[in-house]
């Protein structure tokens, strides 16, 4: 089945089977492998892309829902401002995620601070739940989704 979709930013068309999970049309189609695909069972986080802008798990996904709508991978986000808001907060904040949940993290914790008001620690520790994370320092974590939530807003009154 021809399926066809924006990836990126930019369109994109595979042939390929319609129930294929949209993890492996990532990695193995297009060769996108920071994304990764630890347990296949939408509970560990660690395949989060943006899908029309929301963070969805890319292993519970068959890719010929995602036909005429919008992926966004870590990739692709790793060249925008939203991404220094994040990274540039967690590294100040010491909050240095692992090749595991790196790139869940990030997607998930850019929808959080995209509303227009700062996450509570209720909220940010909600979010770490749906992240089967062993090894970031859960006080670092939330620090560092505050301080990008600031960094973001900062941006946003400085293009007023
Ligand atoms: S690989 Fe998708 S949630 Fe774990
Ligand atoms: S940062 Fe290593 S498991 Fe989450």
Redesign the pocket.
């Known amino acids: 089945m021809k399926i066809d979709f924006s990836l990126n930013g930019k369109k994109v068309s595979i042939d390929t089977l319609p129930e294929k999970r949209l993890i492996d049309v990532i990695r193995e189609d297009f060769g996108l492998m920071t994304t990764k695909n630890a347990c296949y069972s939408g509970e560990c986080g660690s395949c989060i892309v943006q899908l029309e802008g929301q963070p969805v798990p890319a292993c519970q996904i068959p890719v010929f829902t995602v036909r005429a709508k919008r992926i966004i991978t870590i990739e692709g986000f790793m060249g925008t401002e939203k991404y220094l808001d994040i990274i540039n907060a967690f590294n100040d904040m010491k909050c240095i ?2 090749p ?3 790139t869940g ?1 990030i997607m998930a914790v850019d929808s959080l601070i995209d509303n227009q008001r700062s996450p509570d620690t209720s909220e940010i520790m909600s979010l770490l739940s749906d ?6 320092s859960v006080t670092s974590f939330i620090n560092g989704v505050k301080v990008a939530y600031q960094n973001r807003e900062f941006r946003g009154e400085m293009l007023k």
């Open positions: 995620p692992c595991f949940c790196f993290k992240h089967s994370c062993s090894c970031t």
